[in-house]
């Protein structure tokens, strides 16, 4: 099942995002299987200020898993962490759904 992961960071947090940005890439890299599709929000600079994960997951507690165990949430980045079932409906310019 897929699920939609949308963290906030805190205000002001850049600084904490990139110093911990080297084990949150090998954090992801660690569940490669399971990402859909992954990245950073950016506020109206292009700066990061959050992050979109969509994966697949047995169920709402193993996507919780996933989030909480993400450097960045460890780290105390978010000012919000949501965790959602997903249903995709187009992909790569096709109706899969």
């Known amino acids: 099942m897929l699920f939609a992961i949308a963290c906030t960071d805190k205000p002001a947090s850049l ?3 990139m ?3 080297p084990p949150h890439l090998e954090y992801l890299e660690s569940l490669m299987k399971q990402l859909v599709l992954v990245g950073p929000t950016l506020d109206a600079e292009g700066k990061p200020n959050g992050s979109l994960l969509v994966v697949e997951a047995a169920d709402q507690a193993a996507a919780e898993a996933i989030a909480a165990g993400d450097p960045y949430a460890k780290a ?3 000012a919000s962490v949501t965790v959602k079932p997903f249903r995709a409906v187009f992909k790569d310019g096709a109706k899969i759904a």
């Open 15 to 17: 600084e904490l995002r």
């Open 19 to 21: 110093a911990t940005r």
């Open 76 to 78: 105390g980045l978010f």
